[in-house]
């Protein structure tokens, strides 16, 4: 480890300024400048000499510079061209990084990294500190991908990853919550406050841990159309499931007296909040109104 990380206050205002960059608010990018926490995301991910690691958005290096410290590889995917001298040049001693640059959302990771195109078995680790504006299609597609992830930990707004690990009865509770916990086990490893970063960000962040499920908690037939599904009964959050249902199926009375059959039949009060209902209750009634769905889409 060198005397003076890039994840200081100093060293992050001297990399700038010798390379005559800063943040573009359009890509969402802020410098962390606090190495407790980056040691903190690395001790979240179980990460060592065994592990390969897939960093999204690297920027000057900061939480780089300590995954290639203690990891076996850092596969380094970066957007901005302007980062990329700066990895190659300051992080040239570490033979066991490979800056690649590639948007995250349209690369093929199995085509890019060996350990995964050749199954040979490494412990997989996707960390990133994610633009915000960005998180959730990120994680989305990699939760929908192939990619054999032991887990992900990733620095995002506080807001999301709250909404991301929220539990039934809960506030936070919703659409993104059920497409996350479906396939990942989530936890709140640590909250991060604004000041951390140059520049500050207006919000404070968290770091969120997503590891992989062996299978997902509940398997259907189309996972995008439960995804659909499950957002359109939280739509209007304030109003009951029988409210939200009407607007999906509309309000035809045999609609109507079918959706009264299938509720009762699984024990679910039509008075309950969208929010109230766990993802297995999700999954038997996206199941049971399936014939409704299908009649729905043909009608329209």
Same mark, same amino acid.
């Given at each position: ?11 992050? &205002? ?60 850092? *596969? ?17 001693? *570490? ?56 887990? #992900?930990?990733?620095? #995002? ?6 909404? #991301? ?15 996350? #916990? ?11 406050? &604004? ?41 209007? $959050? ?33 008075? $309950? ?19 409704? $769905? ?7």
């Amino acid at each position: 480890m060198r005397d003076k990380p890039i994840a200081t206050p100093s060293r992050t &205002r001297e990399i700038l300024r010798k390379y005559g960059l800063d943040a573009k608010k359009s890509l969402g990018q802020n410098f962390l400048t606090d190495v407790s926490v980056l040691n903190q995301m690395l001790d979240a991910g179980g990460i060592d000499d065994q592990t390969v690691v897939i960093e999204i958005g690297p920027g000057i290096g900061a939480l780089t510079e300590q995954l290639v410290e203690v990891a076996k590889k850092v *596969y380094a995917f970066e957007i901005d061209q302007r980062f990329i001298p700066v990895l190659e040049e300051e992080l040239s001693d *570490y033979s066991n990084l490979e800056v690649i640059h590639q948007d995250i959302l349209t690369v093929e990771l199995q085509e890019v990294i060996p350990e995964i195109k050749h199954h040979s078995g490494e412990r997989i680790v996707v960390v990133a500190n994610l633009p915000y504006y960005i998180t959730t299609p990120i994680i989305m597609r990699l939760i929908a991908s192939s990619i054999p992830f032991d887990c #992900m930990v990733l620095m #995002m707004q506080k807001e999301v990853a709250e909404r #991301m690990a929220a539990g039934p009865n809960t506030k936070a509770y919703g659409s993104l919550s059920i497409a996350v #916990m479906n396939h990942c086990q989530q936890d709140i490893a640590l909250i991060v406050p &604004r000041t951390v970063f140059n520049p500050a960000p207006n919000v404070d962040s968290a770091v969120l841990c997503l590891t992989r499920r062996s299978e997902p908690l509940v398997k259907v037939d189309n996972e995008e159309a439960f995804q659909t599904f499950v957002k359109a009964t939280f739509q209007h $959050r304030r109003k009951t499931l029988w409210n939200n249902l009407m607007s999906v199926f509309g309000k035809d009375k045999t609609v109507k007296s079918k959706l009264s059959i299938i509720l009762e039949q699984l024990g679910i009060d039509p008075k $309950r909040r969208p929010e109230s209902l766990t993802i297995s209750e999700f999954g038997h009634l996206y199941e049971a109104t399936s014939p409704l $769905r299908d009649c729905s889409e043909k009608t329209n």
